[in-house]
């Protein structure tokens, strides 16, 4: 893909493949679900162009990086813990990081707990969400949406697959049965071309998405070709996590990097009760005190980086070229 090439690194204990492109200060793409590098292509190879080193990892137990076979291994200390490492490996003191969707809750947290290692921050769809000491997330979750919510239902981890089959755990056994009837093509399909601005719910009688058997039309933004290499690499590779009970020492810490943050109008994460009030109110910018901006792209769903490939390609370059 326009001169993007690949290896693997060894750090913390794994090896973790990534993509890079690109001469200059490094800018660190950290991808969401279900996603992999391949969801930062189009803007690796813009910020190549624009004079920057283009670094994005397959996370720990997606794609291409290996998988260790205990849930234990998936901390969020453990993927911090990762890209640290990475940093390290390429004799990097500091770079430029850019987060979507659960990347972007390690974005956050990688500025959390290395705010050294930070230059400034793009982060997409996932606004900052404090710890709440009296709360567990999915707890809050349930509240909000109920059984149905996907994470309340998945809770998800990074897992090995089997063949044509995703598996997440909340439930043992539930996520497993419902997946695999599911060909891991179509599953991914129906992640990636929803839509709609409310909460993804998972109905134990409907399943997810109704029949497997159903036809879905791709969006412009969105190949076959695209699809198809997901799959290949989720056939093998699961999902992401983190041990909530682990960060209680960090409860209250802002985020204290300069930092952007980019949503869909459409994008599910931004209609979350209360959500709107919390970032254009003045919640967000009291735990995240350099917040220098905040965008909101009309008529664009949860995918932004994809949907919208130059827009974002160039949000990001007029943030960090400040720096």
């Known amino acids: 893909m326009e001169g993007i090439t690949h290896r693997t690194v060894a750090v913390n204990g794994i090896n973790m493949h990534i993509a890079e492109k690109g001469e200059g200060p490094m800018v660190l793409f950290i991808h969401g679900f279900p996603e992999l590098w391949y969801s930062w292509r189009h803007q690796m190879v813009a910020l190549a162009a624009r004079g920057y080193r283009a670094v994005a990892p397959d996370l720990r137990g997606y794609g291409d990086t290996e998988a260790p076979p205990s849930t234990t291994d998936y901390t969020i200390f453990h993927l911090v813990g990762d890209l640290v490492a990475l940093l390290d490996a390429l004799a990097q003191d500091q770079v430029f990081v850019v987060g979507h969707d659960w990347g972007a809750v390690v974005a956050w947290w990688l500025c ?72 891991t093509a179509l599953l991914l399909k129906k992640f990636l071309t929803y839509r709609k601005p409310a909460p993804l719910l998972i109905s134990k009688e409907k399943g997810f998405g109704g029949s497997p058997n159903t036809e879905i039309t791709l969006p412009s933004w969105l190949t076959e070709e695209d699809v198809n290499y997901y799959t290949s690499k989720f056939e093998k590779s699961g999902f992401t996590g983190g041990n909530w009970e682990l960060t209680a020492p960090w409860t209250g810490v802002q985020i204290k990097v300069p930092v952007k943050f980019i949503v869909g109008d459409l994008d599910l994460t931004y209609h979350t009760p ?22 909101v792209m009309q008529g664009v769903g949860h995918f932004i980086n994809q949907e919208k490939p130059h827009e974002i390609s160039d949000h990001i370059y007029e943030f960090i070229r400040k720096f």
């Open 112 to 183: 959390m707990l290395r705010p050294d290692r930070v230059l400034a921050l793009v982060n997409m769809s996932a606004a900052f969400n404090p710890r709440n000491a009296a709360r567990r997330p999915v707890d809050s979750l349930k509240a909000l949406f109920g059984d149905d919510h996907y994470i309340c239902r998945f809770q998800i981890y990074f897992l090995p697959v089997t063949k044509n089959c995703i598996i997440m755990r909340q439930e043992p056994g539930a996520a497993e049965a419902e997946f695999a009837r599911i060909n």
């Open 274 to 295: 209360g959500i709107q009030d919390y970032i254009h109110r003045g919640g967000f910018r009291r735990e995240v005190p350099f917040l220098q901006d905040v965008v």
